[in-house]
Each structure stands twice: as structure tokens, then as C-alpha cells.
């Protein structure tokens, strides 16, 4: 008896651990995947715990400033990266300013920055998400960096006219710079050359019908591979509609900021998603995904097209890299061209410092020099310098160049069609208010039109609240 | 005489041990306060104020208006509380029917039981977002073991949509709640079933009461002081509980899986309004200290009335 019981709850427990000792699911020749993909705006794939703070003591007598720099790359190689910067620039600044390096996780960076400012605590200077600067300028806590872009004028610097395409514009609120982009992170989508070549398809697509045909052909082609993966299930999910919005000449507000959510180009992206889904084209959990279970399924070869940032997790599954590549940007059927979005990460600098002069100083440095957060510290983005992004480093990274050269020169800003970012991008995207107009569309919801609705309405309820 | 002399001098030391008592106690009393107390209250506080972070020099005094709005005019407030009552209520009664099963289990005297009842704790101990990505890779459609196996076994013919479809999601949810909490449910149950004295059963067993018999009259009654208060803490944490459903879903899809814990995170960190989001975690403290009080009552009346 006592043993049936032990074996009962041996059998139990079993079960019960079932959870707790999972490996995941896939096969015994599939590789587990690198750490998860971006999941907001920025983080980069290895962008998840912190590195070693720098820990100098400041010089006597000499100006003291504060920068939270965010783990943009591999926690092993990034922050050496950062603090080398740093060092260089207490060794060669004639101001004698010092800057402490605090390392931030992306982990909470939200919740960890709004406490920091609301509590009178901000660094002095910081990067971050690329809705952070507008966000914080609202509250009057932004210091103007315009005088930087003044100072390059003035000395005939390069750099202002080097960094994308109305990439000062867009961080321009209320007449002050709030930020300026040091770096690219921008989407696109990967696809697998072996799979296009199975299934006959000579060049990838380039406007949705053909995206369409092509998703036809490898479903037929490959029964077992899911043509198109993106992760539904988090904020990839937004960011993978937003994508195939600006491809239809739309986003989420109109040219003046006004919520535009119901017209008819946005209503034909749902569509396209429901097509997709209807289908078979992706796959029906997709809902579910988080940005890492997409790259889990492309990396295991389960999946044929994977939207997401650069692919650097490839560099672990060489056999599926080398037959990998960047899709060419597509067009909408109401699209008057090709486009993809790209975020504009920015370095900024805050009101609370009591050393405005000296924050400045170190971002003109920090855009200057920031090459070695590539070069050495394995940073996942693409620079916002093109004289960097033309570096030789970048030439010999495939998927960094495609994007570069695909990509880059084709895309516009998350906040298309609007100008310049608003306060409330921060709350839609946060809220993720046109990720769940696409998962309702994904989980079989057919009525566009309503679908379309409550994100226009939870859109324009959060640019009203901002604009109280 | 001897005895009126040993009196106050009892007393005396009674007092003073009273005070040596009271006097250790206050470090922790203050630090409960620091860490529980003020935060609470601050609260409540911040409940009474229009106090949007991106407007904080705006802040002002609304009173009771907050709560008036949420009461009132809230759709999503009363979806959200919907389901956070029935993801709060099956996660407990569904975890202390598996406590229960597994506490009845290892009372008895079997081998190994020490290692057993180590084992259980696992999912009680593992980081909540360990858990979760198991869980995530465990349900995957495409690549999860779960429905890798039925499919394999010819059990289902495609996969089942666990965390993708809005009424699998909130059941799903539900399950991976139950199974990070009912190891506390089963330890203190197993505490319940240990101080149950074995005399009752055997008397029982001797007047002919089966199994089924002395765990009626006997177990869970006995049980009924342990069960009240493992049950009502499990539901005040799983009410409150914020990790299990955000870590799987974010409460999606679609909303479907939303609960007033993530209701209330939004409120005060997305859309930055600290004032409402206040409001909102004051209503779930009132919401639980009424139902807290209810179930004590009803409870306690029970016990008189038998």
C-alpha cells in the first residue's frame, strides 16, 4: 500500500514539476535561441542585465555629472565599451568635468526613470527610449541640447548633417531639442533564402500582393514551416502592424497629430492581417508569441520570415545565418512607396542637473566617439552617424549592412505621418492600443471597422489627456 | 503575609518584563510601519488627488472624485474586477483541491516523504518569471511540448491554443496560477492534518467509518480553522498577485485576461496617472477586507450554529 502511495505521488509530482523543469519544445536537433528580441521600442537582444558599474572617484574641484547609459548590447562587452568612452572624456575634456557611469538594465527603465525625475532624482544625462525625451519635456524636465547642434554649426562639424533625415525635427518639442539620436534601431524582416529557393521564388516581395503570393508558395512548398512569425503577443506585435501601416502611407495619428486610426489604408492593413491569419500564413497562436518565441521558431527553422530589429542572435546558429537574409522594405496598395519605420534612440540631458554646460559637453562627446559602442562593445543598433554606419566594422556584419543599405535610407520615424514625436506615442505604445487592434484580428475578429474604433478612440483619449 | 510580600513583587517583574517585551518589539513595529504602513496610507492619500505625472505641478485635491469616476463611469474598471474575481476565486479553489489531494497523500507514512514534500515546493519557490517562460514554452502552438506530445500521440489533430485564444488564455491562466500556489495550500493543510489526532480515526475505523466517512466527519472539519485562513490569504495574494498573468499574457489577448492589479500598473505608470491608479488599488483593498470580513463571519456563524 505504502508503495502504490509512493508511486502515486511520484506519478503526481511528475506532473506537478511538469512546469518547472520544461526545456521548451523544441526538437532534440534544435538549438535553444539567444536571449529574447526587442520587446519595446530599443532594447537590444542582449540588452537584459547590467554591466559592471565604472567606479572612479571624481578629481577635487572638479564638475560632476551623472550618465545612466542603458545596456544596448551584450552585458559582457557593452559597458567596457561605454566606460571607455567616459574615460576618454575625463582624460581629454578641459573642463575639468567628471562623469560617473551608472550602467541601467532595460529591465522596468520605465517606472525606473518617471521615479528618478518625479522623485528629484534624474541623472544628469542619459539614453533611453526614443519616446523618453518629448515624454519628459512635457513635464518641463528636458534640458534644450540645441545649443550643441549650434555649437557643430558654428565649428562646421559634419555631424548635424550626418544623422538621418529629419532626426532633429522629430525630437524637437515645444522649440527645444529634447534629444539627439545616437543610434538607429530600425525593423525589418529576415527571411530564409533556402526556404524562397524551395518554394520558387526567385525575388523576395515587394508589395503586399506579392508578400502574399510568396506566403502562398512556401505554405504550399513547405507544409511544416510557418511562412511569416512575429511576436503577437507583446509589443512586436504593434510594432510588426506599425510597419505594414507606414507601408500604406498611414500610421497612428494623422499629419497633425490627430488620431487617424479608422481610414481606409488602415483598415486594408487589417485586412492584409486577416488574410494572413485566414490563411494559414502565420501561424494561430500567433497571439500568444512574445518577440522571443518568434525568433525561437525562425532560429529552429519553423518559420520562413521573422519581423524583428538586426538578427545579431544569429551569430549562434551559424547553419541558419549563412542562409539568411534582410527582405527589401515593401509597399501598401495605397502606399506611394517602399518604406519601413526605424526608432531614433536618443542620449538627453535633464533639467534637475546643476551642470547643464558640462551635460552638453559630454553629448557632444558621446556622439562624437561613439564608435567603440559597436566596435567594441557589440551594440546591436546601427549608429545615427552615417560616417560610423559606413565604418568598415559595419561592412563586414551582413545583416548590419543590408540593413543599412535595405532598409535605413527607405524608412521614417515610429511617429509618421505626424512631423516631430508627441508626448502620448509613449502611452499608445506602452499601452500597445494598435497591437491589440491586430491581435483581435488575429484571434478571428473580422469586424475591421470596429476594430479600427476603439484603437482610434484609446489613440485619440491619450493624445487628449496630454494635451490637458 | 509571605504571600502579599510575593505579590507585587511578581507584578513588579511581570511589568518589567512587559516592557522589555514591548521595548524589542518596537524596532519591528517601525519597520512594518516604514515599509507597510506608510505606503498604504500614502495611498490612500494620493487616492484623493487629480495627480498625473507628466502634470505633477498640477496636482489637486478631488476628493472622493476618483472614486466616484470609477464607480461610475469605469467600463473597464468593472470588466477588469469581473475577471479578477473569478481568476482569484477558481486559482484558490482550485489549489486547495490539489493541496488537499497532496497533503492527504503525504500524511501518510510512506518512503521518501521528507524528499516528496521537498519536491512539491517547487513551483512555491521558483522565480514567478522562471515559471512563466516555462509555461510560455511548455503551451507554445508550434514548438510546445504539450501540444507537441498530443499531437504526437494522436490526440488532438492541431494544436490546442493555450495562451492565443481568449477563453483557453483565461483558463490557462487560471492553471498556472493554481500550480504556483497550491504548494503553500498544501504545506499548511499537511499542518492542519498532523495536529488531527489519530485516536479520532481509529474510533471512527472501529464503529465502521470508511475513508470517505472520516474525511467527512472528521478531516474536514477538523481542517475548517486551517482552511479559513489559507484560503482567504491565498485570495487576497491572488487577487493582488500582478506576475503570473502579466509574465504569460500582459493580459491579452485582446484584454481578455486583464486583471485589476495590471489595471491599476497601467494607470499609474503608462498612462501616468497616479491619482487614479491610487483609487483603483484602494477599491481592491475595501473589495478584500469586506469579503475577508464576510467569509470570517459566515464562518465563524457556522461554527455556532453546529
Not at chain 1, 497633425?256 to 488574410?275: C, H
Not at chain 2, 481578455?256 to 500598473?265: K, N, Q
Amino acid at each position: 500500500m505504502k508503495k502504490r502511495f509512493a508511486t502515486l505521488l511520484a506519478v503526481l509530482l511528475a506532473a506537478a514539476q511538469l512546469g518547472a523543469c520544461a526545456g521548451g519544445g523544441s526538437s532534440a536537433s534544435t538549438p535553444d535561441p539567444a536571449p529574447a528580441a526587442p520587446e519595446s521600442s530599443n532594447p537590444s537582444p542582449a540588452a537584459d542585465s547590467p554591466a559592471p558599474e565604472e567606479s572612479q572617484a571624481a578629481p577635487a574641484g572638479a564638475t560632476k555629472i551623472t550618465h545612466w547609459e542603458m545596456v544596448n548590447g551584450p552585458a559582457a562587452t557593452y559597458g567596457d565599451a561605454a566606460a571607455s568612452i567616459v574615460d576618454r572624456f575625463n582624460a581629454e575634456n578641459d573642463q575639468n568635468i567628471f562623469v560617473e557611469l551608472q550602467m541601467t538594465p532595460w529591465d522596468n527603465f520605465y517606472q525606473t526613470f518617471l521615479t528618478a525625475i518625479t522623485s528629484g532624482a534624474a541623472p544628469d544625462t542619459s539614453t533611453g527610449a526614443s519616446g523618453q525625451p518629448i515624454q519628459y519635456a512635457v513635464m518641463g524636465e528636458i534640458l534644450d541640447l540645441q545649443p550643441i547642434v549650434d555649437q557643430w554649426n558654428a565649428e562646421g562639424s559634419s555631424v548635424p548633417s550626418e544623422l538621418p533625415p529629419g532626426g532633429l525635427q522629430t525630437m524637437t518639442y515645444d522649440g527645444i531639442l529634447t534629444g539627439i539620436p545616437w543610434a538607429i534601431d530600425p525593423r525589418g524582416f529576415v527571411y530564409r533564402t533556402d526556404y524562397f529557393e524551395q518554394a520558387g521564388i526567385a525575388n523576395p516581395p515587394t508589395t503586399w500582393d506579392e508578400f502574399l503570393d510568396c506566403c502562398a508558395k512556401l505554405k504550399a512548398a513547405l507544409p511544416d514551416v510557418v511562412p511569416f512569425v512575429f511576436g503577437g503577443g507583446d509589443q512586436m506585435g504593434g510594432q510588426t502592424i506599425l510597419n505594414f501601416l507606414v507601408q500604406n502611407d498611414t500610421g497612428l495619428t494623422d499629419e497633425n497629430t490627430q488620431a487617424d486610426f479608422t481610414n481606409s489604408r488602415v483598415i486594408e492593413t487589417l485586412e492584409l492581417f486577416g488574410k494572413l491569419y485566414d490563411n494559414g500564413y502565420i501561424s494561430e497562436g500567433t497571439a500568444s508569441y512574445k518577440g522571443s518565441d518568434a525568433e525561437k521558431m525562425y532560429y529552429s527553422g519553423t518559420a520562413a520570415i521573422w519581423f524583428n530589429g538586426p538578427p545579431a542572435g544569429l551569430k549562434d546558429y551559424p547553419d541558419v545565418e549563412k542562409v539568411s537574409a534582410i527582405m527589401p522594405v515593401m509597399k501598401g496598395p495605397s502606399g506611394s512607396s517602399a518604406r519601413n519605420y526605424i526608432w531614433m534612440n536618443s542620449i538627453m540631458a535633464y533639467t534637475q542637473t546643476e551642470s547643464p554646460d558640462a551635460c552638453r559637453s559630454f553629448i557632444k562627446f558621446w556622439i562624437e566617439n561613439e564608435l567603440p559602442l559597436w566596435t567594441e562593445g557589440g551594440c546591436s543598433q546601427v549608429p545615427s552617424v552615417s560616417s560610423n554606419s559606413s565604418n568598415e566594422y559595419f561592412q563586414n556584419i551582413w545583416y548590419q549592412k543590408q540593413f543599412a543599405e535595405l532598409i535605413i535610407p527607405n524608412s521614417v520615424p515610429t511617429c509618421y505621418p505626424a512631423p516631430a514625436a508627441y508626448p502620448a506615442f509613449s502611452q499608445i505604445e506602452g499601452e500597445d492600443y494598435y497591437g491589440k487592434a491586430l491581435q483581435a484580428v488575429i484571434t478571428g475578429n473580422r469586424d475591421y471597422a470596429a476594430i479600427a474604433q476603439t484603437a482610434h478612440d484609446q489613440i485619440a483619449k491619450a493624445l487628449a489627456d496630454y494635451a490637458e | 503575609m509571605a504571600m502579599s510580600s510575593s505579590k507585587p513583587a511578581r507584578k513588579g517583574k511581570k511589568l518589567k518584563n512587559n516592557r522589555l517585551g514591548y521595548a524589542m518589539l518596537v524596532p519591528a513595529t517601525l519597520l512594518i510601519s516604514l515599509i507597510s504602513l506608510y505606503p498604504l496610507l500614502n495611498g490612500i492619500y494620493l487616492s484623493m488627488f487629480d495627480y498625473n505625472l507628466m502634470r505633477p505641478k498640477k496636482r489637486r485635491f478631488v476628493g472622493a472624485g476618483n472614486f466616484i469616476e470609477i464607480l461610475t463611469k469605469d467600463s473597464e474598471f468593472y470588466s477588469t474586477l469581473a475577471y479578477s474575481f473569478i481568476y482569484a476565486f477558481f486559482v484558490v479553489l482550485i489549489s486547495y483541491i490539489m493541496g488537499l489531494c497532496f497533503a492527504l497523500l503525504l500524511n501518510r507514512e510512506i518512503k521518501g516523504r521528507g524528499i516528496f514534500r521537498m519536491l512539491i515546493l517547487i513551483p512555491w519557490v521558483i522565480p514567478s518569471v522562471v515559471a512563466a517562460t516555462n509555461w510560455m514554452w511548455l503551451l507554445n502552438d508550434q514548438l510546445g511540448f504539450i501540444n507537441r506530445t498530443l499531437t504526437g500521440m494522436g490526440l488532438i489533430g492541431k494544436p490546442i491554443l493555450f495562451l492565443a485564444e481568449a477563453t483557453t488564455a483565461r483558463v490557462t491562466v487560471i492553471f498556472t496560477g493554481a500550480w504556483k500556489s497550491f504548494p503553500f495550500m498544501m504545506i499548511t493543510l499537511l499542518a492542519g492534518l498532523q495536529g488531527i489526532s489519530k485516536d479520532l480515526y481509529e474510533s471512527a475505523q472501529m464503529d465502521g467509518a470508511g475513508f470517505f466517512r472520516s474525511f467527512y466527519y472528521i478531516t474536514m472539519p477538523m481542517l475548517k480553522p486551517v482552511t479559513t485562513i489559507s484560503t482567504v490569504l491565498m485570495f487576497i495574494w491572488t487577487f493582488n498577485n500582478f506576475e503570473n498573468i502579466y509574465l504569460l499574457t500582459r493580459g491579452g489577448p485582446v484584454d481578455a485576461t486583464f486583471v485589476l492589479p495590471i489595471l491599476s500598473y497601467y494607470t499609474a505608470f503608462l498612462r501616468s496617472n497616479i491619482g487614479y491608479a491610487s483609487a483603483i488599488a484602494s477599491i481592491m483593498l475595501v473589495v478584500l477586507m469586506i469579503l475577508a470580513m464576510l467569509y470570517m463571519k459566515l464562518l465563524k456563524n457556522r461554527e455556532t450554529y453546529s
